[in-house]
């Protein structure tokens, strides 16, 4: 992820929705566009593959990216076989 999505994906999480007032659904007018409501309007459990005991997809999903960047392979010095 670019830091911009990154920014964007945060915001999002913390119910900091784009226009800073909540939009209704394309899907249900009556509706509010809210983090709650998307979750369950754009099944998003199943999109992403996750089982429905997880409350909070998106902090599952964010705690199970790495913490640290991969070195690259070519870096990487293979051990010498004696």
Request: aromatic share 10%; with cysteine; charged share 20%.
């Amino acid at each position: 992820m670019i830091r911009s999505e990154c920014g964007r994906v945060l915001r999002w999480y913390l119910s900091y929705l784009p226009g800073g007032k909540p939009k209704s659904c394309l899907y249900h007018p009556n509706n509010s566009f809210t983090r709650s409501h998307s979750i369950e309007c754009l099944h998003m459990h199943g999109r992403l593959q996750l089982p429905l005991s997880v409350e909070d997809n998106m902090s599952f999903i964010l705690n199970k990216l790495p913490l640290k960047k991969f070195r690259s392979s070519h870096k990487v010095s293979a051990w010498s076989v004696r």
